[in-house]
């Protein structure tokens, strides 16, 4: 199988690869381990994945939300940050292949997280755009304005609808958080810009394959969700699945009956699946993975016959109590760092390892919008204006930097009282353009 | 020539080209007047190009100094923005043209700005990238940044002084505030982030034709501003001219003398050239361009033959008190404005059109680093820290929006204290990788 750890009279080396929640938070709870750590990133930055959808709609900045992992860890004298892409794991020679080299380790942390998922049309991707990089948000931003921006000086006045459809495929709480500040950008923050058309004619569209939204959460939260999302405009689509996704619209299927939705604007938000890298540890110890692409971990997050190699977080399926996969949050992935953490210390002091893994969930959230939110806590319900300032306070304190979160209170009181977004960028690309053969005159100019 | 403008009983149709510091002024000194007005901009924002190098720097985000042109101008009625890349101007005709379609114009205000200019080598923008854009400033803070993270990693130690040679060609307000802001990032910054590199060890070289540094400030400023400089470790080539730039090196030459630089981050601050419609408008009007491409306007700002169409800004070669054309920097371009605003409004209401236009110079700054910069004031000269305080008051007060004002202050008082810099983020592209046949062992290791 895989080679046991040789120890000289050296520190052992750790690789953990990823900075996310699970990868940040390992590191730092071995930061008095007698250890050399390297913690190698295809960022610079650990990214606050749940305010990610902000970004995407132009109430926050990339910064707000990511900080550099070399500015985080540079205390942590027993940890270096690399920035390179992991390609393989050789798990004979105990190294990590990037594209210009390799790193051999003793122990290793395989803490890579999930990518988007089209569910075997990946051809999908390029139409209909995930969310989970500063690189996704900002395109979907791009898209978002300018397909107000192209509506506003559209030539073929029916072109207008199909510009301003956006269609959200996923019900969980990206989509939710998606779909709710897209409308509000639509009703509120555009209110007053454009001459030709009007904003809020936008149409959001929000499908979902099964037969509610925040399908993981509490069905009466799921319903409170329903109620706000239609208050704010959103049209839902529940147990509707997407057929077919195309430059100019979307095929959607509702038991026998299908929809053509005529639209430019699709965003992805309707399933994950683990790092690549999964598939290589899973060959190397001889398991199969679960249809989320996740590996079987052992009771102390290895993976079988190979006791050198962890894997945490999005990337590892764990079992809850109630016989369901922990869901890819970031507090499983920090728990399970937590435990990792200790079963290290054990290994390399001798003391007796973690006993058995159980995930404490303090409760799940997902905000909709201005005084819309639901938080299920412990059991205890919520939602609305209160579930929305706990859902305020609870991000607005995990974020890791001090300086953050000032920028982020300063940011969201702004946009609480103005309903302004500041961070409103068509950036990255050039405008888009349609292509005609012949210059015709610009809609909406009636000066002929 | 152009033919006349054909007044019937709508109001005149007049097209602005160009959102930044001429043709914003210039919306707003007509928000009175009797007009439809169309503000044209490639994007969707007003961009804020004096602290574009802080972006490149990390110590701010795009959102920071980039307002949205619509929000700004919402609550002008007479006014709509059409967001667009103008390829041509029609000036028979009377339309401007977009790849998209046209738009006719009874008036028409050129403030397109302008672009860096590689004197005959736009090969070199590829290699040696400008700062004009945020897109530019992103690439450029990229560079920056995966520099050290690539010394950190590099397999070949030979690499490292070559990537943490930083070249910036030009000692212009640009090259000098870049070229500080790059020393104290190196010095300060990155300071305990790095295991196997000394950042502190890089190399920041300034390159100027001139015989000394901010050519059009006073000599005694350029003394100080030198000083500085030296003080964060820059090295000063005047009088020395980029020969040639390369992937690797940069070559340069001093009198006879010809030396090749070995590095990978050169940054271009040497030169500006105006927008191309300046070529189209000269065409029309049968006059010459200046080598910096610039139109010669009359005294009303308008171009020779065509009395309905004006030139303002970086774009207008326009001669001041000393018979030099005037700098291509904001105060000049919104006081054409200004002026051509009132220009405008005396056609409209047969008024008596402004008299001679005069520049009133108010002064110019630079900053170098922290509590470095040098100001010349009405003739005051200030250089320190007292110049820097000048320097941060004056932009701070500039920004269009409140929220941006809180938000820079917040960041600026924190990188004072930390010399932190909160938003140094690699994004836009994959991480650079270089590419090997084989996968060798990485350096700094040592695990072997």
């Known amino acids: 199988m895989c080679p046991t750890m040789h120890r000289g009279d050296r520190e052992p080396h750790l690789v953990i690869i990823g900075g996310g929640f699970g990868g940040?938070?390992?590191?730092?709870n071995l930061r008095k381990a007698p250890l050399a750590i390297t913690l190698v990133d295809r960022r610079n930055?650990?990214?606050?994945?749940?305010?990610?959808?902000?970004?995407?709609?132009?109430?926050?900045?990339?910064?707000?939300?990511?900080?550099?992992?070399?500015?985080?860890?540079?205390?942590?004298?027993?940890?270096?940050?690399?920035?390179?892409?992991?390609?393989?794991?050789d798990v004979g020679s105990r190294r990590i292949v990037f594209r210009e080299g390799t790193l051999p380790f003793d122990l290793l942390v395989v803490a890579a997280g999930s990518t988007h998922s089209y569910f075997g049309h990946n051809e999908w991707e390029r139409?209909?755009?995930?969310?989970?990089?500063?690189?996704?948000?900002t395109a979907i931003r791009r898209k978002v304005l300018l397909a107000f921006a192209e509506a506003e000086k559209a030539i073929d006045p029916a072109l207008v609808p199909k510009l301003l459809t956006f269609v959200i495929c996923g019900a969980g709480p990206t989509g939710v958080e998606l779909a709710g500040a897209i409308a509000e950008i639509a009703k509120?923050?555009?209110?007053?810009?454009?001459?030709?058309?009007?904003?809020?004619?936008?149409?959001?569209?929000l499908v979902e394959a099964a037969d509610r939204v925040l399908p993981a959460y509490p069905p009466d939260l799921s319903q409170r969700a329903r109620e706000m999302l239609e208050r704010l405009g959103v049209q839902l689509r529940t147990l509707t699945r997407v057929k077919q996704v195309e430059?100019?619209?979307?095929?959607?299927?509702?038991?026998?009956?299908?929809?053509?939705?005529?639209?430019?604007?699709?965003?992805?938000?309707?399933?994950?699946?683990?790092?690549?890298?999964?598939?290589?540890?899973?060959?190397?110890?001889?398991?199969?993975?679960?249809?989320?692409?996740?590996?079987?971990?052992?009771?102390?997050?290895?993976?079988?016959?190979?006791?050198?190699?962890?894997?945490?977080g999005d990337m590892a399926l764990v079992l809850g109590?109630?016989?369901k996969p922990l869901p890819g949050v970031a507090?499983?992935?920090?728990?399970?760092?937590?435990?990792?953490?200790?079963?290290?210390?054990?290994?390399?002091?001798?003391?007796?390892?973690?006993?058995?893994?159980?995930?404490?969930?303090?409760?799940?959230?997902?905000?909709i919008g201005r005084l819309k939110a639901v938080a299920d806590l412990r059991g205890w319900h919520f939602a609305g204006a209160l579930a929305w300032f706990i859902w305020l306070f609870v991000h607005l304190m995990q974020l890791v930097q001090f300086e953050s979160r000032l920028l982020v209170l300063i940011q969201w009181t702004w946009h609480y009282f103005t309903r302004n977004r500041s961070a409103r960028l068509i950036t990255g690309e050039e405008p888009g353009t349609q292509t005609t053969d012949e210059a015709k005159p610009l809609a909406g100019v009636g000066r002929e």
């Open 24 to 28: 940040l938070e390992l590191v730092r």
């Open 331 to 367: 507090p499983v992935a920090m728990q399970e760092a937590q435990f990792v953490g200790r079963e290290i210390m054990a290994r390399l002091t001798g003391a007796p390892p973690p006993s058995t893994f159980a995930y404490h969930d303090r409760g799940s959230m997902a905000t």
């Open 127 to 137: 139409t209909a755009p995930g969310l989970k990089s500063i690189e996704d948000a």
């Open 45 to 89: 930055y650990h990214l606050f994945q749940p305010l990610l959808y902000q970004v995407a709609t132009g109430a926050l900045s990339p910064a707000n939300i990511a900080a550099p992992l070399r500015n985080l860890l540079r205390k942590q004298r027993n940890v270096r940050v690399l920035l390179g892409d992991v390609v393989d794991i």
């Open 321 to 323: 109590a109630d016989g």
């Open 247 to 312: 430059p100019d619209h979307v095929a959607l299927q509702y038991g026998d009956r299908e929809e053509n939705l005529p639209t430019r604007r699709i965003f992805w938000a309707a399933g994950v699946e683990a790092s690549p890298l999964a598939k290589t540890l899973a060959a190397a110890s001889g398991v199969q993975l679960d249809r989320a692409g996740r590996i079987p971990v052992q009771a102390d997050f290895t993976i079988p016959g190979c006791a050198d190699i962890f894997v945490i």
């Open 188 to 205: 509120d923050t555009l209110r007053h810009e454009f001459r030709h058309i009007d904003p809020a004619s936008a149409r959001v569209v």
